[in-house]
């Protein structure tokens, strides 16, 4: 690294709690690195990312695919470290999850399908299938799923039931834990549009809601969101009305809930991203504040993806 020029590198990333990448240009070759606590962005062209789409980040490392091969690896933006993952056809895959960072011995890295999960440990040479096995034959498919102390937490449509299971198995045998309550998770007659998170969170998962009315064009207009925990003595879901000195991070496909170590940023809200806009949410008021962090990039041919 010693020998590349600064802009073929990330910036420090230190410097900052999160920042947003901005993937652009033709093949993706260009990168904006907007720091949200600042509002300032940093111009890159880093030749890793070149053509390469974001699935997943965590840990400070980014789960990637490039476009033309499909091949998958694993880049750390601080150490440039890169790790090329074993073949896999990523073709309808649903949900992507690094759980624990490379250097641990236990790292797993998942694409989740429909019915299937493939999961890949950095030491091994190949992928390895889990069979989905699902306790009520009524379920059908996985709304939003995440990895928690080596548990997986799922949501199943259509019942919108809490199911979970442990990986550790030849086979994903589901079983349930909450049963679907409208009150509870915040779906209600009227207000069908919505989108569902499970995050970690200081040792606990979270369930984030999204919720938009109806769409222009291909535009989902948000307005509000709805956070629970789980209430083990209740067997359910319970309001989460406010998350203190902390943020969520939310892109289109994954979440994540962190303490806030620098300002900058406004604490007790969500970020979240829409086409090429960041908006912020505060649970505070319910106000919503809109940010454009590149006005100079093209709406049509950019990617936004948080590096956690």
């Known amino acids: 690294m010693k020998d590349r020029v600064k802009y073929s590198l990330p910036p420090p990333l230190h410097e900052s709690c999160h920042w947003l990448m901005i993937s652009h240009g033709k093949d993706r070759q260009r990168q904006k690195f907007f720091d949200a ?6 111009t890159r062209i880093i030749p890793e990312l070149r053509n390469k789409i974001v699935l997943s980040s ?26 090329w993952a074993p073949p896999i056809n990523l073709n309808k895959y649903k949900f992507c999850i ?51 102390k080596g548990i997986i937490y ?9 199911v979970f299971a ?41 369930l984030v809601n999204k919720i938009y009315s109806d769409c222009f064009g291909s535009q989902k207009v948000v307005y509000n969101f709805k956070i629970y925990r789980i209430d ?11 998350i203190g000195n902390q943020v969520i991070f939310l892109s289109e496909s994954q979440g994540k809930f962190c303490n806030v170590s620098c ?8 970020y979240f991203t829409q086409g090429r806009n960041l908006y912020i949410f505060s ?26």
């Open 283 to 308: 649970l505070d008021d319910q106000s919503i504040t809109i940010c454009l962090p590149c006005p100079i990039v093209n709406k049509h041919n950019s990617t936004l993806s948080w590096i956690l």
């Open 232 to 242: 083990y003595s209740k067997d359910g879901w319970v309001d989460v009305e406010n």
């Open 154 to 162: 799922a949501i199943v449509e259509p019942t919108v039931d809490t």
């Open 37 to 42: 606590s600042k509002h300032y962005y940093h």
């Open 263 to 270: 300002s900058g940023l406004k604490t007790n809200s969500v």
């Open 98 to 148: 690094l759980w624990l960072p490379p250097s641990n011995p236990n790292c797993q890295l998942f694409f989740i399908f429909k019915d299937f999960l493939m999961t890949w440990n950095p030491g091994n040479m190949e992928f390895i299938k889990k069979e989905f096995r699902l306790e009520v034959e009524e379920y059908m498919s996985l709304i939003t799923v995440n990895v928690h």
């Open 166 to 206: 442990n990986f550790e198995d030849s086979t994903i045998s589901f079983k349930k834990l909450i049963k679907r309550n409208d009150l509870s998770i915040g779906v209600q007659e009227g207000n069908p549009h919505f989108d569902m998170y499970l995050i970690e969170s200081c040792g606990e998962i979270l």
């Open 58 to 83: 965590s840990y400070g490392w980014l789960v990637l695919k490039d476009s033309n091969s499909q091949a998958c690896s694993l880049l750390n933006l601080v150490s440039m470290e890169m790790i």
